[in-house]
Each structure stands twice: as structure tokens, then as C-alpha cells.
């Protein structure tokens, strides 16, 4: 027989458990994000002028993929977990979890997903060994650099912002 008080410790302990798998997998998630894209350098040269032998493209694609399946698999651990950590909102709880997830987080987080989702379409072409049509090749690129340079400001101006802080 489990006591009130009991009950409430188990509770809170498996709140605070979801909630830190949460985080975990939120932050597995953007690595993941980040990986994609970088993964994807290969993969652009030999979409846009096959300068790669076949087996470096090859391997260039499996990677790629490998980096997707992991980033969709982090985001559905992540969103079960949240689901999870919601659920357990309805006990009252003395544990509480202060995450740290600033409004520049969110657009970082947007433009890293932005950046995943360009770098896919040469690799959907590789992957199908269809040729990549040059215009489209033109405007992938053209969003790509403009992503990628609101990329950087995204992640250097909040750290411009501080001053006196060790972080």
C-alpha cells in the first residue's frame, strides 16, 4: 500500500525524469539537426557538378539518411517524453525543472530545421541518380547561403549581447 506521501515522491521523481528525457532528447534532436546539415557538403558537390566517385557519394547519401532517421527518431523520443512530462503536470509536485530556452533558441532552432529541409532536396536527387537541374541547383544555393548566414547572426549575436558573463 502506497501512502499520499509516497505516491507523491514516485510522482514528482517521474516528472522530473520525464522532464530531463525531454531535454535530453531536445538537445539530441538539434545535434541532429546540425549533423544533417553538415552531411550534406558531400552531397551538394556531387548533386551540383559530380565531382565525388560513386562510392564517396554513395557513402555521402547513407550518412545523410542516417543523420535524418536519427534527427526524426530524437524528435519522436522528445515529443513522447513532453507528452509524458504533461501527463505527470496533474500531480502536484514539489520538484520543479526550470529549462533554459530563450526566444534566440526557437530561431536557432528554426533556421538549423531550415537548413536540414534545403539540404535534402540535392540529396533526394542523388539518392533517385537523377541529374540536378541547374536552375533549381541556383536557387537552392541562393537559400542555402542566406539560411546559413542568418544562421550565424542567429548564434553570434546573442553572444554579443552579453557582457561580464562567463557563458
Excluded: N
Excluded at 96 to 114: F, K, M, N, P
Amino acid at each position: 500500500m502506497t501512502s499520499a506521501l509516497g505516491y507523491d515522491r514516485w510522482a514528482s521523481g517521474a516528472e522530473l525524469h520525464a522532464r530531463f528525457a525531454e531535454q535530453h532528447f531536445r538537445g539530441l534532436k538539434a545535434a541532429g539537426r546540425r549533423w544533417l546539415a553538415v552531411a550534406s557538403a558531400p552531397v551538394w558537390i556531387q548533386a551540383g557538378w559530380g565531382l565525388l566517385p560513386d562510392l564517396v557519394g554513395f557513402w555521402a547519401i547513407l550518412i545523410q539518411g542516417g543523420c535524418l532517421v536519427l534527427t526524426v527518431v530524437f524528435a519522436a523520443l522528445e515529443h513522447r517524453w513532453s507528452a509524458r512530462a504533461a501527463r505527470m503536470e496533474a500531480f502536484p509536485s514539489p520538484a520543479v525543472v526550470h529549462t533554459l530556452w530563450s526566444s534566440w533558441d526557437e530561431v536557432r532552432s528554426a533556421l538549423w530545421s531550415g537548413l536540414a529541409l534545403v539540404s535534402l532536396v540535392p540529396w533526394v536527387y542523388v539518392a533517385v541518380g537523377r541529374p540536378y537541374p541547374r536552375p533549381l541547383l541556383s536557387a537552392s544555393i541562393a537559400v542555402a547561403v542566406t539560411v546559413f548566414v542568418l544562421l550565424v547572426a542567429a548564434e553570434t549575436l546573442p553572444r554579443l549581447g552579453r557582457t561580464g558573463s562567463t557563458r
